[in-house]
C-alpha cells in the first residue's frame, strides 16, 4: 500500500492571524482586484492562463485550516475555476475551499483573495501575472520581459518572523476616541460600491500645487468630505483614517503573503478649517509615521502577541475570543481605511491590450483603495451605506477643481448617478 504524499502546510503569518476569527458574512475581510483589457476575455485561454500562474503561486492553492492552538494553511488538490461573474462582490470564502477566486465579465478579469491568505501587494503580483500569462498565451507573444524574478519559497515567506526582533519597545501612544460613520446599511449585507476613473497626471498636478504628495492630498480631501457631514457634536471627536503600509518598501522581502502594517492619521475638524490646514497636519503625519524606526516598534507589537511562549500553548477558540475582543477595541480609533495599492506596472509589450486596473476591498464600514495604471487614477469607495454623501463630497471637490471623473457604481438611484453625483 502506497503512502500519501503529505501536503504542506503553513503558519499563518503575523498579519492574518487577525482574519479568521473576525470574518463573517457582513465583512468578508477579502481584496477585488480587477484589469479591464480592451477585448472580451476568452475563458478557456484564462483557465489555461491561470493553471500557468500558479505554478509560481503554490501557497494560493491552499486551504485554511483550524488546528487546537492556531490556524494555517494546508495544500489543497482543489481544481480552481474561472467563472463568469456572478456572485455579489467580496463574496464569502467558504470554508474548505480555495481562498481566491478568478472570474471574469466582457472585457474584465477579477481576482477576489482573503486577507488570511495575502495582501494587496501580493494579490495585485498575482493578477500582473494571470495578465501576463492570459496575453501571452492570447496573442501568442514571446520572450517578454520577465515580469517576476522571485522564487516560490521566497514567496511563501513569513516575512513578520524573519523581521520580529525580542523587544518591548512597542507602540504604545494614548488616542482620543475616533469619530464613527453612521448611516443605514442595505439590507442582506449588500456592498455599494461607486469608484471614480481620472487622469492621474492632472490630481498629481493639483497635489504638487499644496507643495504634497498624491496620498497625502486624497488623504484630506477625504477628511475634509467626511466632515462635511457631520454635526457639531460630531466635530468634538478627531476623524482617523487606517493607512496600510507596504512594509516590502521597508524590509527586503519577496513575499506574496501578508507583510503590511498600518499607520493612523488623525484631523478634529473645526469651523474655519481650510484644506491647507489638513493638509499639512496630515502631511507632518505621514513623514512622522513612515519611518524604519516607527514601523519597527508596530511590527513587534503586533508580533509580540504569538511570540510570548504561553500564550503559544492557548487554545485558538480561546485566541479566537481574545482577537474578536482586541480588533473591537482597536476600532475605537478608526472612522474608515484608505488603501493607496500604488502605480501598477506592466512590461511594455502589453499596454496596448489593457485599459485600466482597479482595486476594491470588503469592509464592515466604509473603505477607501486607489492605484493608478499609466495615466488612468482609480479611487473606489466599498461600505454597506446607503447614503453616498462622503463619496460625493470627495468626487465633487475633485471636478471642482477642473478634474474630469468617470463614475461607475454597482447601486441603482432614481436619478442616473453620474449626474447625481457630480
Keep these: 500500500m502506497k503512502n500519501k504524499k503529505s501536503k504542506s502546510w503553513y503558519k499563518l503569518d503575523n498579519a492574518a492571524k487577525i482574519f479568521p476569527p473576525t470574518t463573517d458574512k457582513y465583512d468578508t475581510k477579502t ?4 484589469v479591464s483589457l480592451k477585448e472580451k476575455i476568452d475563458s478557456k485561454i484564462l483557465k489555461e492562463a491561470l493553471n500557468v500562474t500558479l505554478k509560481d503561486f503554490p501557497i494560493f492553492s491552499s486551504v485554511l485550516k483550524k488546528g487546537f492552538f492556531w490556524y494555517y494553511l494546508e495544500e489543497s488538490d482543489i481544481e480552481p475555476e474561472v467563472t463568469l461573474e456572478s456572485s455579489p462582490i467580496c463574496d464569502y470564502m467558504d470554508e474548505g475551499k480555495l481562498l481566491f477566486k478568478v472570474m471574469y465579465y466582457k472585457k474584465r478579469i477579477t481576482v477576489e483573495v482573503s486577507h488570511a491568505l495575502t495582501d494587496g501587494t501580493g494579490t495585485l503580483l498575482f493578477l500582473r501575472s494571470l495578465t501576463a500569462n492570459y496575453l501571452e498565451i492570447k496573442h501568442e507573444i514571446k520572450d517578454t520581459e520577465i515580469l517576476d524574478t522571485s522564487s516560490t519559497i521566497s514567496k511563501s515567506d513569513d516575512s513578520f518572523s524573519k523581521y520580529y526582533k525580542s523587544s518591548l519597545n512597542v507602540d504604545g501612544k494614548v488616542k482620543e476616541k475616533a469619530y464613527h460613520i453612521k448611516y443605514n446599511n442595505y439590507p442582506e449585507n449588500r456592498i455599494k460600491v461607486i469608484e471614480g476613473l481620472m487622469p492621474c497626471k492632472d490630481v498629481l ?11 497625502v492630498y486624497l488623504t484630506s480631501i477625504l477628511i475634509e468630505s467626511i466632515a462635511m457631514n457631520m454635526s457639531i457634536n460630531e466635530r468634538k471627536r478627531p476623524i482617523y483614517i487606517t493607512v496600510p503600509v507596504n512594509l516590502r518598501k521597508y524590509f527586503p522581502s519577496e513575499t506574496v503573503r501578508n507583510f503590511f502594517n498600518t499607520i493612523s492619521v488623525s484631523y478634529k475638524y473645526k469651523d474655519g478649517t481650510k484644506l491647507e490646514d489638513i493638509i499639512e497636519s496630515i502631511d507632518k503625519q505621514f513623514k512622522s509615521n513612515l519611518t524604519k524606526e516607527e514601523l519597527d516598534k508596530k511590527m513587534n507589537g503586533l508580533a509580540l502577541f504569538e511570540n510570548i511562549f504561553i500564550i503559544r500553548l492557548v487554545p485558538v477558540f480561546i485566541k479566537d475570543i481574545v482577537l474578536k475582543i482586541s480588533y473591537m477595541l482597536s476600532r475605537r480609533y478608526h472612522t474608515m481605511t484608505f488603501s493607496n495599492i500604488g502605480i501598477v506596472t506592466m512590461p511594455e509589450v502589453f499596454d496596448k491590450y ?10 464592515d464600514g466604509m473603505q477607501a483603495c486607489m492605484c493608478s495604471y499609466k495615466d488612468s487614477l482609480m479611487v473606489s469607495f466599498t461600505s454597506h451605506f446607503i447614503n453616498t454623501e462622503i463619496e460625493k463630497n470627495f468626487f465633487r471637490t475633485l471636478t471642482s477643481n477642473d478634474i474630469k471623473v468617470t463614475i461607475n457604481a454597482n447601486i441603482v438611484e432614481e436619478d442616473d448617478i453620474d449626474e447625481e453625483m457630480l
Excluded: E, G, Q, W
Design 31 to 34: 481584496f477585488r482586484f480587477a
Design 205 to 215: 498636478k493639483l497635489a504638487k500645487s499644496y507643495n504634497t504628495t498624491l496620498t
Design 354 to 363: 489593457i485599459d485600466y486596473f482597479d482595486v476594491f476591498a470588503s469592509t
